[in-house]
């Protein structure tokens, strides 16, 4: 049950939004193209970052350089 203290732990590292060009997904309302994000958790396909609208998010690392 990670998620449910997502915003109380510690950031893992920071990465920067490259693009917000989704293939299948809209993502241009929560993220913004050169803004640094903390990442609270990582999996080999997603990082799970405070997005734009303030809540926890699970975003393809293809969007993301780190920082």
């Given amino acids: 049950m990670i998620h449910l203290q997502w915003y109380e732990r510690k950031t893992v590292k920071n990465v920067k939004c490259i693009h ?9 309302n929560k993220l913004t193209a ?5 990442v609270k958790n990582e999996t080999e396909e997603f990082y799970f970052i ?3 609208s303030g809540k926890v998010g699970g975003y393809y690392k293809e969007y ?3 920082a």
Wanted: charged letters at 40%.
């Fill in 20 to 28: 917000t060009d989704a293939k299948k997904y809209i993502v241009n």
């Fill in 34 to 38: 050169g803004k640094e994000y903390e």
């Fill in 50 to 52: 405070i997005d734009n």
């Fill in 64 to 66: 993301f350089t780190e």
